[in-house]
């Protein structure tokens, strides 16, 4: 009897699992809230240069005609954002079309911004727009590396100190950061501030993900997964309308920051994860969290049964005779194709996912409507993946997704950008194709990996992942070369990552691994229970247990 068997004995999806599955959505609501609050912290509103100490002869000019006769008209017919003249051009107020030809050069005193849409943004804050519209797009970017660097780490903690006190680790630092980054006076303290808000933020993620999963039996894993990856639609929807009511920077990520207060709060009611602690001879703790399943979902006759000291049957089923730690990616050949397919299928995704979120100006709509539309299709697309993960499989329903959003993207590059209704139909289609791929890819890839393996499996997947969601808004640079570019690359990775998803073992209906063993498929035969019953057992599941170790 493996774990999932106790589990479903003691009910595998009753009431105290839907308790933890509730307590970690207080929390997590948060990472999606900051993973896209770029896109209204670092909003460019409408900007043209400052003429206010242009020196001429304006006499009792209105402001408009003073910006006409100081700025080049667009071939759009809108005010140059970058240039100005060096002296007035009178001649403009007869002919604003001549302005063609006339020499022009960079704003000398800033800019003037259009407040309508943000009353503060990074951008206005410190002029990052223009030659420095790069550092505006970087602070995404460096986010995301924190989320690389932390997603790793907090992995590796929480799997060698476990799941409950890196998640409280989590919660503080990460509430912590991130609103000192809403006081920051500079740039720089501000980038740096962001790199440790992702950082730590991303370990309330990574904790939870696999706190839940351990917790349920296998026939609760897919609905889980799927509910709990309902957290990042709530958090989605939840981010314009906090954005429209607070137009300022400091204040917004404020607001997204405090609901964590609340994560804290519920986290005294938290319970360890069982299969961790029994996977490090934790006895006594994981019959106190297995005792109060029990009472929680009713099933006291179990009570009795379940004896620390038989709990070391399946302590010997998992035991870890030595740490884990990542180089065990590359210990077999199987795990080091493991590790390879999903690495680059989480790349792939979280590119295309995070390339499709964070461009939301190009559409000539309000962007805080897209915003909440693209976050809205993840509903109905999660909802279709909870049918056929069971229907069709995992990694059907992963190559399929992934096809499905190259599709969309595809059309994208040839649809006029005149035709908005029609590219907006299109891009929300992408996204919700491309949320339903993450959602699986997060359920599919932590059913792949061990149990001793599973925290340093999905660290160094979301890794790779936010490797994938790093590179994404610099790609989004690409349509100053020219406006498909960047659709036209998220294309070609969505269909390649298909590609690679389709190497990956079906998982339907399988019991999570244990250890590196069950990778390889040469694991010695289970025993039949090794809670209410002992002899042989114990020495056959040992001696395999020796074996993995030498290996």
Not at 198 to 217: K, M, Q
Not at 268 to 290: C, F, K, M, T
Not at 344 to 356: C, K, M, N
Request: proline share 4%; aromatic share 10%; charged share 20%.
């Amino acid at each position: 009897m493996k774990f999932e068997d106790l589990l479903s004995e003691i009910d595998g999806f009753g009431r105290f699992q839907k308790m933890v599955l509730c307590l970690s959505f207080l929390g997590r609501v948060i990472v999606p809230c900051h993973f896209l609050v770029n896109n209204f912290i670092a909003g460019i509103p409408s900007h043209h240069c400052d003429i206010s100490g242009a020196v001429g002869d304006f006499g009792n000019m209105s402001e408009e005609e003073r910006q006409l006769v100081m700025i080049p008209m667009e071939a759009d017919g809108k005010l140059s954002s970058c240039l100005m003249f060096p002296e007035p051009r009178f001649h403009m107020l007869l002919n604003s079309s001549s302005s063609t030809g006339h020499p022009a050069e960079p704003c000398r005193n800033g800019w003037v911004y259009d407040n309508s849409t943000f009353t503060s943004t990074l951008a206005t804050e410190w002029d990052l727009v223009c030659d420095k519209k790069g550092l505006n797009k970087a602070t995404a970017t460096i986010f995301f590396v924190g989320v690389m660097f932390g997603a790793m780490t907090f992995s590796g903690l929480s799997d060698r100190y476990g799941r409950r006190k890196m998640l409280l680790v989590s919660y503080v630092s990460g509430m912590v950061f991130a609103l000192l980054s809403a006081f920051s006076t500079s740039y720089v303290m501000f980038t740096v501030l962001r790199f440790m808000s992702g950082f730590c933020i991303t370990g309330i993620h990574i904790v939870t993900s696999v706190l839940i999963l351990e917790w349920v039996d296998i026939e609760s894993r897919k609905l889980v997964k799927v509910i709990d990856s309902f957290a990042w639609a709530f958090g989605f929807m939840t981010l314009p309308a906090l954005a429209f009511l607070i137009r300022d920077w400091r204040w917004l990520i404020a607001a997204i920051t405090a609901p964590v207060v609340m994560g804290i709060i519920s986290w005294r009611w938290v319970p360890e994860s069982a299969r961790w602690l029994i996977a490090n001879g934790q006895l006594d703790e994981a019959h106190y969290y297995l005792n109060k399943c029990i009472k929680m979902n009713r099933r006291q006759e179990m009570a009795s049964s379940i004896k620390p000291e038989n709990l070391s049957n399946i302590v010997l089923t998992n035991r870890r005779n030595r740490k884990y730690s990542y180089l065990d990616l590359l210990r077999t050949s199987k795990m080091r194709k493991l590790a390879l397919l999903t690495g680059l299928t989480w790349y792939g995704v979280a590119f295309i996912f995070y390339g499709i979120g964070l461009n939301i100006t190009g559409f000539g709509m309000n962007i805080y409507l897209i915003q909440f539309i693209l976050a809205a299709v993840e509903i109905p697309a999660k909802a279709a993946i909870f049918y056929l993960l069971d229907k069709i499989g995992r990694r059907k329903t992963e190559c399929g997704a992934l096809v499905l959003t190259g599709i969309c993207l595809a059309i994208t590059v040839f649809v006029p950008r005149e035709q908005r209704v029609v590219r907006t139909v299109v891009a929300v289609l992408a996204k919700g194709c491309s949320a339903a791929a993450f959602a699986t890819l997060i359920l599919y890839s932590s059913e792949l990996y061990p149990t001793v393996m599973r925290q340093h499996g999905m660290g160094y997947n979301s890794f790779m992942g936010r490797a994938g969601a790093a590179v994404a808004p610099l790609i989004l640079l690409l349509d100053d070369v020219w406006l498909g570019l960047p659709q036209l690359i998220l294309c070609c990775i969505a269909v390649g990552s298909s590609v690679v998803a389709s190497r990956l073992p079906e998982t339907r209906d399988q019991c999570l691994p244990e250890t590196i063993k069950d990778i390889k498929g040469t694991r010695a035969p289970q025993v039949e229970s090794p809670v209410l019953s002992h002899g042989n057992a114990e020495t056959e599941v040992g001696a395999s247990n020796l074996e993995d170790e030498n290996n």
